[in-house]
């Protein structure tokens, strides 16, 4: 019982970097963050970002991750396939254009990286929002009932 008290107690990861020390200062975070935004599309290196931020690779990483939850390689991870998403629904581009254009070596590892993340396939999430899009666009928009629900 204690044990479970003691587990429940302890503050996640990041609550503890942020309170005792470690993380990047709001700064180099920014800074870090408008690079690898800027550069998604290109190869990244953490020592690239580290260097960015004068600090070695190693303390780098600990501070990144202790200030945003993930670490640089998560991060960036992350954001390729948030800007694949928004790729995928908005433009015609095949998904080969895609990988490239989010910085994926190639379209096999975007396609795994991709369903690894979001539990589908690329392919089948395209599909899936665009006839999403579509059946939202043919639908006739709903009579309004004159009922007002508080939020």
Sequence with gaps: MAHLQQLVARPSISESCKTISGGLSPQRERLVKKIILERLGDSLEVTELAEACALSRSHFSRAFKCSTGYSPQDWIRQQRIARAKLLIQHTDLSLTQISLECGFCDQAH?????????????????CKVVGDLRSKRSQPAAAPTGICIPM
Excluded at 111 to 116: A, D, E, G
């Design 110 to 126: 975007f396609c795994h990286m991709f369903t690894r993340s979001e539990g589908i396939n690329p392919f089948a999430w395209r």
